[in-house]
């Protein structure tokens, strides 16, 4: 079965720490991968879009790194702000066109 | 560019009622698919639709319908809504090629009472 781990479930760090999320993934053989991010009471906004074959991506104080091999994807954070506090959702997509989402991250970073 | 609209925000329906969520997109993306977030379980694929007239079953589909008559629109039926269809329904579009993601919706929060 196609299942989609995301630790830790919930993190609370002062302003300005750098940040690791983790996710790891049963079946490795996916397309891509995307990270969301979701805010209390709104939809998903995709922060990074990594292929099977690329290892990372990076947009602003976001890398995203990709193993494919051993299932994993981990999400960083430099120099976290308020304003980054939101549930972090990572999501592989499978063959059938299928998003496979963990329960996500819950951050909240304090100033 | 308005991306993915959905309607309605927000519902609440009687069980046994019927009603069509509705799923629309301007960016002329072949793909269109539907989630239902549940607390604690993440988000499940309900239906999706690969191009005009062509859907299939996702994981949970059982007391939904979709047709896709044209790209634009993906509308999502409730056929007579129960207590357990009461979740945050997503509809997601993205264009056919892998090498992009997806986009979604803000979201229709429904009520089943």
């Known amino acids: 079965k196609q299942e989609v781990t995301q630790i830790p479930a919930a993190l609370s760090v002062p302003e300005g720490e750098n940040l690791v999320l983790n996710c790891s993934f049963t079946d490795s053989a996916i397309y891509n991968l995307q990270w969301f991010r979701q805010d209390p009471g709104k939809g998903l906004t995709s922060l990074l879009l990594i292929q099977s074959s690329q290892r990372e991506q990076t947009s602003g104080r976001l890398n995203a790194s990709l193993d494919k091999s051993s299932g994993r994807s981990t999400l960083y954070i430099a120099a976290s702000q308020p304003g980054d506090s939101a549930t972090y959702l990572c999501?592989?997509?499978?063959?059938?066109?299928?998003?496979?989402f963990g329960t996500g991250t819950r951050l909240q970073v304090f100033p | 560019n308005a991306g993915v609209t959905q309607t309605p925000k927000f519902q609440v329906l009687k069980t046994g009622q019927s009603m069509t969520l509705q799923c629309a997109q301007d960016?002329?993306?072949?793909?269109m698919s539907w989630y239902r977030q549940d607390p604690g379980m993440g988000l499940r694929l309900i239906h999706y639709s690969v191009g005009a007239g062509i859907t299939d079953q996702g994981e949970v589909p059982n007391g939904y319908n979709v047709s896709r008559s044209t790209t634009e629109d993906f509308p999502l039926r409730l056929l007579s809504a129960a207590p357990s269809q009461t979740s945050v329904y997503f509809c997601?579009?993205?264009?056919?090629?892998?090498?992009?993601?997806?986009?979604f919706g803000s979201g229709t929060r429904l009520t089943v009472v």
């Open positions: 997601a579009s993205r264009y056919s090629e892998r090498e992009v993601g997806y986009t």
């Open positions: 960016m002329n993306h072949e793909y």
């Open positions: 999501a592989p997509l499978y063959n059938t066109d299928k998003l496979i």
